[in-house]
């Protein structure tokens, strides 16, 4: 019975956003295709990386105005998902990426309601809905958005957010009394040197993939009870842009560690053209060096024309857990445009 409602919810609230077509003062629809597939040492062909798979997909844009300004802002972002790596019955889903309303309280504080990100370390500064590369919040959260209310301003000294969500991911649901509060303040976003502190308590359920309908499944009924502190910067210096997180606390009784660095270069004559490199390690028990999960890679980007971005990396596993080392070769296709 749950389901059917989620399915109902998110069906209304796709009608509303599409229907209001005349009401928005501003109005954007984008096309999405996204194609990715590889080589790994262990799982041989793949086709997916991490929480990117195959899809296609849109997205729908708008804003409200009035003789004061903006007041309200929507974005649906959907994806219609295929994972190769699944067997043929669970291959198929749908990814409801952003689906929220930011609506304007008054020059210092914005309400926003829907799926989102949570207001945790580099994540909600990025948009990592179809790259490669990712931030930590995978392995540090478990997703990267969430079902819940936030809160979020600018102020002359500094940006701040405010969350709180389900502790579920894609899938609207409470299990074991699951919820997420996290919280972020940091330098204003125009600046060229950004950083931030960030705070992270909840209740969080593991699930086993990443979709929303079907609804995902959880890895077990029990939530884990995790707790953060972070730090996340970034700093562009002329072609150089570098970035950086750092997440500490406890998941239930175990203490965890993860840190973030990477570097990406636009070529100065050839600004359509990128190139990064990341380090990022995982530590789910410190102390035990078998529950470390590291990983360096090396990845181009390049921007075809203005809807259409071609990837490659290659990705070197140290540990994983305590398995093998592993190296991944990657391709990507990405079209998104009117």
């Not at 195959?54 to 007041?71: C, I, L, P």
């Not at 991911?169 to 040197?193: A, E, V, W």
């Not at 600004?271 to 995982?282: G, Y």
């Amino acid at each position: 019975m749950f389901k059917k409602c989620n399915i109902f919810l998110l069906s209304l609230f796709i009608l509303a956003i599409l229907k209001a077509p005349l009401l928005a003062n501003e109005s954007l629809f984008y096309k999405e295709i996204n194609l990715i597939g590889g080589y790994s040492d262990r799982e041989h062909w793949v086709g997916k990386s991490n929480d990117l798979t195959n899809g296609v997909g849109f997205e729908d844009y708008r804003k409200f105005s009035n003789a004061y300004g903006d007041y309200l802002t929507t974005d649906l972002q959907v994806r219609l998902a295929y994972d190769s790596m699944s067997n043929a019955h669970n291959a198929w889903g749908i990814q409801i990426h952003n689906a929220w309303f930011l609506y304007k309280m008054n020059y210092a504080a914005k309400l926003r309601i829907g799926h989102f990100d949570p207001a945790f370390g580099l994540e909600p500064l990025l948009d990592t809905h179809s790259t490669i590369l990712q931030t930590l919040a995978m392995k540090d959260i478990g997703f990267k958005k969430d079902w819940g209310v936030g809160l979020e301003g600018s102020l002359p000294k500094f940006d701040y957010k405010l969350a709180l969500q389900l502790g579920s991911g894609m899938g609207i649901r409470r299990r074991d009394g699951s919820f997420l509060f996290t919280s972020r303040i940091g330098t204003p976003t125009s600046q060229n040197f950004q950083y931030g502190i960030s705070f992270l308590y909840g209740r969080v359920l593991e699930t086993e993939d990443y979709k929303t309908i079907p609804q995902d499944k959880l890895l077990s009924d029990k939530a884990i009870l995790k707790k953060r502190v972070g730090l996340d910067s970034q700093y562009l210096f002329g072609p150089y842009l570098f970035k950086g997180e750092v997440a500490y606390g406890e998941n239930d009784s175990k203490k965890v560690l993860g840190y973030l660095g990477e570097v990406d270069y636009t070529i100065p004559k050839y600004q359509n053209w990128e190139w990064e490199l990341q380090f990022q390690s995982w530590i789910n028990k410190l102390g035990e060096s078998s529950s470390a999960d590291s990983t360096l890679t090396i990845g181009t980007t390049y921007k075809l024309n203005q809807n259409i971005t071609l990837r490659a990396a290659f990705a070197h596993d140290l540990n994983m857990m305590g398995q093998k080392e592993e190296n991944r070769f990657l391709l990507q296709f990405y079209y998104f445009g009117a």
